[in-house]
């Protein structure tokens, strides 16, 4: 049996954030889409076919955007979405530089930012403003956020784990 790979970890999680923002679209709430993800395509001359083929594909390392960006509330959004099995803290080595460096940008242009942080092994939900999550990492002085700093930070909600509704909590 082999490892599952990064590269669909968190899928699930993704997709269900995906069937929540068509639902938003239908009920006339929000315009929320996710960013496709960017791929690398190699291709070599097939001297029978006399064609250029695919030979390879894969994501590319180092993505520069977010999973999610919209509009809701008259406001543009953007979310990013992080999963983790790790049942004491979430560790940082999750988020990419590029992606904090999206978020500082994005809040100077006055849109809302956020992470959706899923604790698999809890089963629960955290809808983090990108500020709250930039804090922690310049501020709190480890590798990782502890848990229950997410249970006790006032910024930070706690999900209804089924509804997925951060659409609540978005202003």
């Known amino acids: 049996?082999?490892?599952?790979?990064t590269a669909n970890r968190g899928l699930k999680f993704e997709e269900n954030i995906q069937k929540k923002c068509d639902k938003l679209k239908e009920e006339g709430i929000?315009?929320?889409s996710k960013v496709p993800t960017e791929f690398k395509i190699l291709r070599r001359f097939n001297p029978k076919t006399k064609r250029s083929e695919i030979y390879s594909a894969f994501g590319v390392e180092e993505s520069k955007f977010v999973d999610f960006v919209g509009i809701m509330n008259s406001k543009p959004v953007a979310i990013e979405a992080k999963e983790t099995k790790n049942k004491t803290s979430f560790p940082f080595k999750n988020i990419k530089n590029t992606q904090i460096e999206f978020f500082n940008l994005w809040s100077k242009?006055?849109?809302?930012g956020y992470y959706l942080i899923h604790f698999v092994e809890?089963?629960?939900?955290?809808?983090v403003p990108c500020e709250v999550m930039k804090d922690w990492i310049d501020n709190i002085g480890r590798q990782s956020v502890p848990y229950e700093t997410f249970k006790n930070t006032k910024d930070?909600?706690?999900?209804d784990y089924k509804k997925l509704n951060f659409e609540e909590?978005?202003?």
Do not use: N, P, Q, R
């Open 1 to 5: 049996m082999s490892k599952s790979s």
């Open 30 to 32: 929000a315009l929320i």
């Open 109 to 112: 242009l006055d849109g809302k």
């Open 122 to 127: 809890h089963k629960e939900i955290y809808l």
């Open 156 to 159: 930070v909600i706690l999900l």
């Open 169 to 171: 909590y978005i202003k």
